[in-house]
Structure formats: C-alpha cells, structure tokens
C-alpha cells in the first residue's frame, strides 16, 4: 500500500502558531534591549542622567530660595516642604520613567508607526511605554530621593506601625496615580492628535504644583486637584497623614488614607480610556 504524500501529511496536520509573549513580560525585555542600545555610548547616557538630575536640582533650589523669603507657607516650614516635594517628585519621576513615552503617541500616529505596534504580539501600551527607554530619566528621581529621606529624618514624625506600613504603600500608590494620568492623556490623542501639550500640563504641570502645599492655591485648585484630577493623592494627602496634620483646606481627614482606592479608581479609568481609543483607532493609511 502507497503511503501518503508528504504535501497531504502537511496539509493535515494541525497549524500550530507561537504564543504571544504576556506583556508584563515584555516590558522589562524591551526596556533592557533599548537600555543596552543607549548604554553603547557610556560618556553620552552619563552626561545626559547628569543632565536630568541637574535639571530637577534647579527646582530644589527653587524651593530654597522660595522658603529662605517666606520661611513659611500656609504653615509648612522648608523641611514639610521637602516632604511634600520628595513625594510628588519620587511618583512623577518615576512614572515619567516607566510610562513616559506614552506621551509621543500622537508622533506615532501622524508617521503611521502606530499601525506597527498594532500587527505585534505585545500590547501596543508596553511598545509605547518602552520606546526608546533610557535609564537617563533616573537622573530626575535622585534629587527627589535626597529630599524625601532628609525629610523623613529631620522631622517629628511619630512613626507607629500604621505609618511605617502605609508609607511604601502611598508611594506605590502615588506613582499608579501619575502613570495613570499619563496614560489618560496619551488616549485623548486617538482622538485629537496634536494634544500632547495639553496633556503635558497636567503630567509636568501638576508635579510643579505638588511640589508645594496645596493649601497656597485657590479652593477650586485644591478641590479640582483632588476630585477631577487626583494629583493630590501624589504628594499632599500621604504628607498630612504623615505629618498628622489637619488639612488647612477644610477637606475630610479620610482623604489622606483613600490613596490605594484612587489608584485602583484610576487605574480602571485608564485602561477603559485606553481601550477606548484603540477601538476608535483609524489607521492613517501610510
């Protein structure tokens, strides 16, 4: 008896296609590939962290110069004002770390490397995220670091155990909250291409403003920092819980421990705003 051809075993047989890689596994994979591209000019990527760390060095010494004037504002002393710095800097710049590029998405779409990202098996946020990553933006957090730890030691704080460990828990929390907001203002420009600098003014924008105490600004600056977009939730309200502080702004004394619920709020915000655009998506045709 004949055997069958090889051309019908293979047409037979069942197809079988590779895996998608899980994203959460991709990012450090595609992070680390870039990283080892950036870290062929050693002298260039040390320049430049240098370049970041010296940048956010500026601002401190803007605080500095601020609180050498005024000593105090709205009764927070240069050491709680490194506090409330320390910890909006610690979460914007480490969500500028990890999900900063999500910010170009409007560059991708305009020159169609968007449509790339889409045909690959890796979700298209981790390919955002990781776009050209550089362990350069670590330069940002190191004086933000500096200024949390002095401040953590020099104060008063009475460190009971619920503070001890809620304090890795609102840092974490904080940073979900920034990576959030910039993933909700990448997806607005599935909509609206060019709205990266409106975007840019709420992610660069309100570090700026957390990095003093809120109680300085308007009453509808606070409210609006804390119930529409919860920049708050970043540095203010894990300082008051800390400093063990009434807020001066009159707003409940629960809000300093909602900083885990907001992320989880946001966190589902952005990945519906996120999934959103992508089903709104049009290819640009290029």
């Known amino acids: ?30 992070a680390w590939t870039w990283m080892r591209a950036m870290a062929q000019y050693p ?29 105090q504002l709205a009764g927070f002393g240069i050491n709680e004002a490194l506090l409330i710095y320390g910890l909006a800097g610690v979460a914007f710049c480490l969500a500028d770390f990890f999900m900063g590029s999500v910010e170009r998405l409007g560059e991708h779409v305009r020159k169609g490397s968007f449509d790339t990202m889409l045909v690959r098996p890796v979700s298209p946020l981790v390919q955002l995220a990781t776009d050209e990553f550089s362990p350069r933006r670590l330069g940002k957090v190191v004086p933000a ?20 460990l809620m304090l890795p828990v609102l840092i974490v929390s904080s940073i979900v909250i920034c990576c959030c907001v910039w993933t909700l203002g990448a997806s607005i420009q599935f909509f609206i291409a060019d709205a990266r600098e409106v975007a840019n003014s709420v992610t660069y924008g309100g570090q700026a403003m957390t990095e003093y105490p809120l109680a300085i600004y308007g009453r509808s600056v606070v409210r609006t920092a804390t119930f529409v977009v919860p920049l708050a939730f970043a540095s203010w309200q894990p300082a008051l819980f800390l400093l063990d502080r009434p807020d001066p702004t009159g707003l409940p004394e629960w809000l300093r421990y909602a900083a885990p619920g907001v992320a989880l709020l946001m966190s589902l915000a952005a990945t519906l705003a996120w999934r959103t655009g992508l089903r709104h998506y049009r290819s640009t045709g290029s």
């Open 1 to 30: 008896m004949a055997e069958p051809s090889t051309a019908r075993t293979l047409t037979t047989e069942p197809r079988r296609t590779p895996p998608a890689p899980r994203s959460v596994g991709a990012y450090p994979l595609l």
């Open 43 to 71: 002298v260039s990527l040390l320049l430049l962290t240098f370049g970041q760390a010296a940048s956010t060095g500026l601002e401190l010494t803007a605080l500095f110069f601020v609180f050498g004037h005024a000593h």
């Open 145 to 164: 670091v500096a200024a949390l730890c002095y401040a953590l030691a020099v104060l008063d704080i009475d460190w009971t155990p619920a503070r001890i």
